[in-house]
């Protein structure tokens, strides 16, 4: 039996009848990892020191009947995340020496069920970027074709879940950083509501667009990541005081008499005919199941890629002042004066694409743009937001694509930063609206590569979101579909 093939509540089963250990399902990982990363590359740091020293603490908790549905499972953690003792990088030369005094408050929660973490994944710098092309740590692989990206910003965290490096990995979505990659990787992603989970303990990039959320191998798993992580936390100022329901109890109760939504701004020339196909099949296979299908109107998406270009690089602007060589992270020391330090280490330890959107933001947020720039693309958040409270009037759930194209091959948009914006064209207005949404799969290209299915929840709405996405998954195959590594 290959321990690696199973999932979260598989294993969980395996763990509490005593048929396995978490010690032995921690070596299993770790030897998947040893002979597939140097293909993938989806680890910057591996703690297997670590990670067997708390799969034993997580077999005493099981020998004495107290294990929680994330008691001795591995998992692994997007490098965003503050690990006490474990170098926090951010995939950044700027914080490449950086260890983090303290457990973010999501990686806490995990620790707390006796979760054991394999260790840290790549990304794309700061979490700027669609592709995992932009680490310091060299590009993440796709599993399903090494020859294309994985997607991004937490391209490592999809990609170790879909190579069986992992049960579970944590990332962060600002824009489309769960759920492109959870697409192009054949895995479920999902981006809870702002608010949902905290944020404490996450190196920021735009703090008001931010959220941390699971990717899995299934529908189920991700429910019990999320179950495990969500709630409130009085450390972070922007978590909401709102009850979390049990995930997992609504998951089967299926979706006749739903309401489904199709933004028709979403069905657009430029859609792939494979992913357009894939989606097609997907809405008959959600009629069949007994959803009412209904079209919607989103009118200002066309906006919304603009609209966060100007917030998200306004708030890195700000967040990313902080690395100025002084408290933490890289300082270069041969320089003319504190001013002088400041620019050299800035400019040694940032990427190219970090610096391209600090210069946005800085330029958006200077005197006499600030107006013209940042505070219309607020107003216009904010009318994006309204559309889909509107449009949530009328269904429960809203079904698009996640990307425009299955996953495109290395290099192929380095050179030009706009078409690599509009990876993201279907996925940034969640963000903007604050509101939870998830990929799943839902077919394969000709070229062998996943295709992804976007649900939109309404705010706070994740329990009809998983139980929407686990309808379509239990229907189909595309959930056990691997790659072949």
């Not at 959320?213 to 922007?238: F, H, K, M, N």
Request: hydrophobic share 40%; glycine share 8%; with cysteine.
């Amino acid at each position: 039996m290959n321990l690696t093939e199973l999932t979260i509540h598989q294993l969980h089963a395996k763990l509490v009848a005593k048929e396995i250990t978490s010690v032995e399902l921690t070596r299993a990982f770790l030897a998947r990892i040893a002979a597939t990363d140097n293909k993938v590359n989806a680890f910057i740091t591996i703690c297997d020191t670590e990670a067997l020293a708390a799969a034993a603490e997580a077999d005493a908790r099981i020998a004495a009947g107290q294990a929680d549905l994330l008691t001795g499972i591995p998992l692994a953690l997007k490098d965003i995340f503050c690990t006490e003792g474990v170098r926090t990088t951010c995939a950044s030369k700027i914080l490449d020496n950086f260890v983090a005094p303290y457990d973010g408050t999501a990686v806490a929660r995990l620790k707390e069920r006796g979760a054991v973490i394999l260790g840290k994944l790549n990304m794309d710098e700061f979490a700027m970027g669609s592709s995992n092309e932009n680490s310091a740590f060299g590009p993440v692989k796709n599993p399903w074709n090494l020859a294309t990206v994985p997607g991004g910003s937490s391209g490592g965290s999809a990609a170790a879940v879909a190579a069986r490096q992992a049960a579970g990995t944590l990332g962060t979505d600002t824009g489309g950083s769960i759920r492109q990659p959870a697409s192009h990787c054949g895995v479920v992603g999902l981006k809870p509501t702002y608010g949902r989970v905290s944020r404490y303990g996450v190196i920021a990039y735009a703090s008001s667009l931010d959220q941390v959320g699971p990717i899995a191998r299934d529908v189920e798993d991700c429910a019990i990541l999320l179950q495990a992580v969500a709630g409130y936390d009085p450390a972070d100022s922007t978590s909401v005081d709102t009850p979390v329901p049990d995930y997992r109890a609504t998951l089967r109760d299926g979706v006749k008499g739903l309401r489904i939504g199709l933004p028709k701004e979403y069905f657009i020339a430029g859609l792939d005919p494979e992913v357009k196909g894939a989606v097609d099949a997907a809405i008959a296979q959600y009629r069949q199941l007994g959803a009412e299908i209904v079209e919607v109107s989103l009118p200002h998406t066309d906006y919304a890629v603009a609209c966060y270009y100007l917030i998200a690089t306004a708030e890195a602007s700000s967040n990313l002042a902080r690395y100025d060589g002084v408290r933490f992270g890289t300082r270069v020391e041969e320089g003319k004066g504190l001013l002088d330090m400041y620019m050299k280490s800035r400019a040694a330890g940032f990427g190219a694409e970090v610096k391209r959107r600090i210069m946005l933001g800085t330029y958006a947020l200077s005197s006499g743009y600030y107006d013209a720039y940042y505070l219309k693309a607020q107003k216009v958040r904010t009318l994006i937001r309204q559309d889909f409270l509107d449009a949530f009037d009328k269904v429960d759930v809203i079904l698009t694509p996640v990307a425009p194209t299955p996953a495109f091959a290395l290099g192929e948009k380095t050179a030009d930063p706009l078409q690599m914006y509009l990876s993201d064209i279907f996925t940034i207005p969640a963000n903007l609206a604050g509101t939870c949404a998830m990929s799943l799969p839902c077919g394969l290209s000709a070229a062998g590569l996943p295709i992804g299915l976007q649900l939109i929840g309404q705010p706070f709405g994740e329990a009809t979101l998983l139980r929407s996405a686990y309808a379509f998954e239990q229907a189909t195959e595309w959930h056990q579909r691997k790659p072949q590594l």
